[in-house]
């Protein structure tokens, strides 16, 4: 005798899983494949083809009920609505457990916290005492005590020496090598890029609940590997060869906006998340356990993280935020090497120039603030004409570094000329259209608008349209494969891969 797993009650169809070993009812296992794509014991992915039947004993079978007969109809309404019930009182137990948990584990933490600075306060005033005898034994009169908030810095002078210096070096490598690149060999045309169809599609990412890919970024160094950031706060690195969830990284209470791959020669890959609930997290592969480890989590902001780039230099970590400051963090160090002073206007997006020199901000009034990262001085600012009041949500340097990529309203986009600090042309994409990314490709002949209506990419100087690629629904982020020859975007829980057909 088989009892289920789901609704604890002897199967009439009974299957095991491969994945965890358990039994279930063949109709409720199909149902809980249908909403989640996973096994509801181990939560590995699990498909239909994954469920092996087994002979029950005894083998009892249930009448099939009469086609015509109202009352065996109302018992099979009633067994659907118990499946339905049963799913969701398991769905329900299995979140009550991970509340707990969460609530078990906050509730610690402040605890902690708690004790932590009851003892600090303890030692101050220690220390206060302390000091006031000495002062009042030399006679001397003593003075206010001053506390500092770690939250309320004040803005950093200026990036060091050593760290200008090495913007510079890098500025001037790249730069050199920049003017005198061609596109890369296998680099494809516009016309084979006319041609780009769906070609894979990686389903049931991130929790069903809140479901949604909100970020995504694919290593440099291993191309099979990319790493996302959810409305479920979970930030996942997938292995797309192997069909498998490297790392589930928590941490983070509020949805994750930016993700992205630290890549350096010679150094850990680090794997950074920034969220809306103000902080930035930096994960590092652990080579004892083999698994990725938190190594810093940033908290110098007091509003939402809005902006996330590592910037060319490979050791320094730009981010923005919508409390109207950025800030440059050292990652050989993880300390914050300079904040900006608090700007009139918020930044909701951020972007670094290909040579590191230029770091470009978007503004909640239609308008791109460029300042020089070495002196946070501003180098220039960009409104298009005529605009109506919008935020600017994305930003996007060509890889030459002569032009910027930004909306110039809803649902258009602007290719802005940094020679000359004019816009060279503006892209329309339709009323109904609204842009939620802009890139240019690494070859910097092409770059792609994503939106609520699909992706569509075009031509970089004549501007023509070369494909619209709609089949996905919504894109909120994609990224350039290696030579532009794939394009990745996250659609709801789904990563779709685009390219050359076979």
């Known amino acids: 005798m088989f009892f289920c797993a789901i609704s604890g009650e002897p199967p009439l169809e009974p299957v095991v899983s491969v994945k965890s070993k358990k039994v279930y009812d063949r109709r409720l296992i199909l149902k809980y494949i249908a909403q989640n794509g996973t096994d509801p014991v181990t939560g590995d992915k699990l498909e239909e083809a994954d469920l092996v039947p087994i002979e029950a004993s005894p083998q009892n079978a249930p009448p099939r009920p009469p086609t015509h007969s109202s009352i065996p109809a109302l018992l099979h309404t009633l067994q659907n609505e118990w499946d339905a019930l049963v799913l969701e009182m398991y769905a329900l137990r299995q979140q009550y457990n991970s509340t707990r948990q969460e609530l078990s584990y906050a509730l610690y933490s402040q605890d902690a916290a708690t004790r932590v600075v009851a003892r600090l306060l303890r030692e ?3 220390a206060r005492d302390a000091l006031a005898n000495v002062q009042a034994s030399m006679g001397i009169a003593p003075s206010q005590p001053a506390d500092v908030d770690m939250a309320e810095r004040a803005p950093d002078d200026g990036l060091s020496a050593a760290i200008i210096a090495s913007i510079d070096e890098t500025h001037q490598s790249l730069s050199a090598a920049r003017k005198k690149r061609k596109p890369p060999q296998g680099c494809p045309t516009p016309a084979e890029i006319s041609t780009f169809t769906a070609r894979h599609t990686i389903p049931s990412l991130h929790s069903a609940s809140p479901a949604g890919i909100t970020s995504l970024a694919v290593s440099r160094l291993a191309p099979s590997q990319f790493l996302t950031g959810g409305n479920d706060k979970i930030v996942q690195l997938y292995d797309r060869d192997s069909d498998k969830v490297l790392a589930s990284l928590k941490g983070h209470t ?8 630290r890549e350096q020669e010679g150094s850990p890959t680090l794997l950074i998340s920034a969220s809306a609930d103000k902080t930035c997290k930096i994960w590092s592969l652990d080579s004892a356990s083999g698994e990725y480890i938190p190594k810093s989590t940033i908290r110098s902001h007091k509003g939402e993280l809005s902006g996330l780039v590592v910037h060319p230099t ?42 590191g020199t230029l770091l470009a ?8 603030q460029i300042y020089d990262i070495r002196t946070g001085a501003m180098a220039a600012s960009l409104t298009p004409p005529d605009a109506v009041p919008f935020t600017v949500q994305t930003l996007s340097f060509s890889e030459n570094g002569y032009h910027l990529l930004s909306p110039n309203s809803l649902s258009s986009a602007a290719i802005w000329d940094l020679r000359k600090q004019k816009m060279a042309q503006s892209v329309s994409l339709g009323d109904d259209f609204k842009i939620n990314k802009v890139l240019y490709d690494t070859s910097a002949q ?40 794939e394009i990745w975007g996250a659609t709801g829980r789904e990563i779709r891969i685009w390219g050359l057909p076979v």
Not at 329 to 350: G, Y
Not at 463 to 469: D, H, I, Q, S, T
Request: hydrophobic content about 40%; glycine content about 6%.
């Open 446 to 485: 092409f770059f792609g608008v994503a939106g609520n209506l699909g992706m569509r990419l075009y031509a970089h100087k004549t501007w023509e349209e070369l494909v619209n690629l709609e089949e996905g629904g919504e894109v909120s982020d994609f990224v350039f494969a290696e030579q532009g020859k």
């Open 314 to 355: 490979s050791t320094l970590l730009a981010l923005s935020s919508l409390d109207k400051t950025y800030s440059i963090h050292d990652l050989s160090t993880f300390t914050q090497v300079f904040r900006s002073v608090p700007a009139e206007e918020s930044f909701p997006s951020l972007s670094i120039h290909p040579d």
């Open 254 to 261: 509020k949805k994750v906006n930016h993700v992205t791959l």
């Open 361 to 368: 901000l978007g503004t909640p009034t239609s308008t791109v």
């Open 124 to 126: 101050r005033d220690a």
